[in-house]
């Protein structure tokens, strides 16, 4: 199971982040991948908390590429192709897409850390993470997706969308 991480909290030509993320899931059937299911939107706070603009976030489970480096290489090109330009970390962005977890692989690498490093830790991650996989355990910790939802800060704030 290949999930990826979608978000946006910047207009771009698209129109509102909505349309961006709706474009990214468009795109990565454009590329060869099957979305098998996607979550509700959710309208989340930035972590960390900042004045930047709130994000629309979502998750996608998606067949395809069996190699995580070039799954990776497809995001990122589907990232440019969308407008996004990389500045600060945790900064606002058109849109970001992110590989959460490829199968059970753990990876450790400069490019690309499998599972994502700090997906237990994010509700904009893990409520949408709930509605695509609800039985993923964490392949490091072997925490399900309920348990790390219960480990959440209060302070974080998910909304899905109507």
Do not use: K
Request: with cysteine; glycine share 8%.
């Amino acid at each position: 199971m290949r999930l990826i991480g979608i978000g946006a909290n910047l207009d771009s030509p698209l129109g509102p982040p909505l349309a961006a993320c709706e474009a990214a899931l468009r795109a990565l059937e454009g590329v060869g991948m099957a979305i098998l299911r996607r979550s509700r939107w959710y309208r989340t706070a930035p972590v960390p908390a900042s004045d930047q603009p709130w994000y629309i976030n979502g998750v996608a489970s998606v067949a395809g590429d069996d190699d995580p480096f070039r799954l990776l290489a497809a995001l990122n090109g589907i990232e440019d192709a969308l407008g996004r330009t990389r500045g600060e970390r945790n900064g606002p962005r058109v849109i970001d897409l992110d590989l959460l977890a490829h199968g059970d692989a753990v990876l450790s690498s400069e490019r690309l850390c499998l599972p994502h490093p700090r997906l237990h830790e994010r509700a904009f991650v893990l409520l949408p993470l709930a509605e695509v996989a609800p039985t993923w355990r964490h392949p490091v910790t072997g925490v399900d997706v309920s348990e790390m939802i219960a480990r959440l800060s209060s302070a974080q704030i998910a909304q899905p969308l109507p």
